[in-house]
């Protein structure tokens, strides 16, 4: 197995349950969601992989070298900035 190889996949589910066909709610639920915006990490096989097909629409996917880029990216912007210091000179007269 090459260092290239996914492994694990990071699922979001995007949409809601309602207004869903009941065997897609089913797949969703076999994946291991409850609700709207979790993400649940799966192991990168070939029924994972039809489970997501059935439910693409309803599903974001993400490796695991993504889901660390953006969780790093997130926490980056979401880091404390220096202060802005404001340096006013003295008016002469």
Do not use: C, W
């Not at 076999?30 to 709207?36: A, D, I, Q, T, V």
């Not at 799966?42 to 880029?69: C, M, P, W, Y």
């Amino acid at each position: 197995m090459s260092a290239d190889t996914v492994r694990k996949l990071y699922i979001t589910l995007r949409r809601s349950f309602a207004g869903t066909r009941e065997t897609q709610v089913r797949t969703l639920q076999s994946l291991g969601f409850k609700y709207r915006e979790q993400t649940v990490v799966q192991d990168n096989t070939e029924s994972v992989r039809g489970a997501i097909l059935k439910v693409r629409h309803l599903v974001s996917v993400e490796t695991d070298q993504a889901f660390e880029a953006r969780k790093a990216a997130e926490a980056a912007a979401h880091a404390m900035r220096p202060p802005i210091r404001v340096l006013h000179k003295a008016m002469s007269s």
